[in-house]
């Protein structure tokens, strides 16, 4: 119980927190460098998951990718098959969950770059695209790169909207977090302190390397 | 900082969010006499119980609170401590586990209700089996049973499972689900083609749910229900009086009505 959950946790968390970093960067971006007129209520509904109740999330999620979802039912008759109970849908869950921190730490690094910078760039007509990759992102790699770790570890925590999406199944789908719940209902205390052991320690790590990242940016 | 046009509104609404906020009725009757029970039940049991509970409420003016989850879930709530008056279980074993660790009143158990399992599917769904064999069948994707560490209705799947030689086929397909309404809120919503429940949950998802198969309870069963009051209940005069009430004529009436037979 204790290795499937830590290996299926590993994968999941690492899947979404690859996907997030990129799509969060993207959206981290646009609420960070253009103007329109539904700004702030697009990182409002983006940081949602962050407030929500995960099981508000994961029902929210249900209704989307569920088989009878809105999106869920077109992927259903297209393929057979469903996000529900996979571990694709725990990425999802998992994803959803931390995407919100993502959005937050990109959008304020990406602020955070002086947009002279970036001007002199366009005036020696580079693209928005190239002085994205070459200017923007290196100045704003650190704070981003705390985000990711943030992410990471919202991820590998995350329990209500997975349960709800993905299910609690053993081997599958049963992340740590999830199996740390099923051993303490089902009375196998040992088990449950192993993995909460383990969860605890990841969590110190990621924090810890967070303020080194953080506190770099700052002095440099 | 330059004020935004939206923190006006903001503030507008939320002048007029507080005073909802603030009304209402205390959250504690006043009256010194009216004391509450908290009973713990199989989620099974809602419906019927929380009937009970209302009726419990008219003939003595204590109220009644329900906490509703699978009875393994409960037992080990109240091995930790939880302030619970009665346990009502849908297995034999979580209560048997209590009594060995002294945490129930012995003198107060009685099994008061029977159970049997059915197989159900989504209704008017085109991959669902018709019977316990066809749970192997290539349209099979996905099959809901509550999780047999601790949902009794999962447990006594499992040993139906075990007994039809349908286990091994099957086991790979299972979603194991935390309690058995969340086994027949799976198949309403066609997240499974089929799910195993108690019979009288289906009630509550008329024309969603289609029962198939039933299964005769010799394959895994009996399924009683025990009830006993809590040994570190505070009313325990109180506890007992529920215990009675269920186990009363218009207890038994009661659970009839949603489906329950008599104990054998």
């Known amino acids: 119980m204790i290795w499937p959950a830590f290996k299926l946790s590993l994968l999941v968390v690492t899947v979404a927190t690859v996907l997030i970093g990129v799509v969060g960067t993207g959206l981290g971006y646009v609420l960070a460098k253009r103007q329109f007129r539904a700004k702030e209520l697009c990182d409002a509904i983006l940081t949602l998951p962050m407030v929500l109740p995960p099981t508000v999330t994961g029902y929210y999620l249900i209704l989307l990718f569920g088989r009878r979802g809105w999106i869920g039912r077109y992927i259903y008759s297209l393929t057979g098959w469903s996000l529900a109970f996979t571990w694709q849908g725990a990425v999802v869950a998992a994803g959803a969950m931390a995407l919100p921190i993502m959005v937050k730490s990109a959008r304020a690094a990406l602020e955070s770059v002086d947009a002279r910078y970036e001007m002199v760039s366009f005036s020696l007509g580079k693209s928005e695209l190239e002085t994205f990759f070459r200017v923007t992102l290196p100045l704003a790699m650190r704070g981003l790169v705390a985000g990711i770790v943030l992410s990471f570890a919202r991820a590998l925590g995350e329990f209500g909207a997975t349960l709800m999406l993905a299910g609690n199944i053993p081997g599958k789908t049963q992340t740590m977090p999830l199996a740390i719940f099923e051993a303490f209902i089902s009375g196998e205390d040992r088990q449950a302190q192993v993995l909460a052991l383990i969860l605890t320690f990841a969590s110190v790590a990621t924090i810890y390397l967070t303020n080194i990242l953080t506190r770099s940016q700052r002095s440099a | ?264």
Request: hydrophobic share 45%; glycine share 6%; proline share 6%.
């Open chain 2, 1 to 264: 900082m330059k004020k935004h046009p939206g923190q006006r509104s903001a503030a507008l609404l939320l002048s007029l969010l507080i005073p909802l906020l603030l009304d209402g009725k205390p959250a504690h009757p006043t009256s010194a006499q009216a004391r509450e029970i908290v009973v713990a039940a199989a989620i099974s049991l809602s419906e019927a119980f929380n009937e009970i509970g209302r009726l419990y409420h008219q003939r003595t003016g204590d109220s009644v609170t329900f906490s509703f989850a699978s009875s393994g879930e409960l037992e080990k709530q109240i091995e930790a401590g939880a302030p619970v008056d009665v346990f009502a279980s849908a297995g034999q074993k979580e209560m048997d586990q209590l009594q060995a660790k002294q945490l129930i009143d012995q003198s107060t158990r009685a099994d008061f209700a029977r159970n049997t399992l059915v197989l159900v599917v989504p209704t008017g769904s085109k991959a669902a089996p018709h019977s316990f064999t066809e749970l192997q069948g290539p349209s099979v994707q996905r099959i809901a049973i509550g999780d047999p560490k601790t949902v009794p209705a999962g447990q006594y799947a499992e040993q139906l499972l075990r007994n039809m030689q349908l286990w091994p086929k099957v086991e790979p397909r299972l979603v194991l689900a935390l309690n058995v309404r969340q086994v027949l809120d799976y198949v309403v919503r066609e997240e499974v083609e089929a799910g195993i429940v108690y019979a009288t949950d289906v009630n509550i998802a008329k024309g969603k749910a289609t029962v198939v198969a039933s299964a005769p309870d010799q394959d895994y069963g009996p399924i009683l229900y025990p009830i006993a009051v809590v040994k570190d209940s505070s009313g325990a005069q109180a506890a007992r009086g529920f215990v009675n009430l269920v186990r009363s004529p218009d207890g038994v009436r009661i659970l009839a009505k949603y489906g329950f037979l008599a104990p054998k």
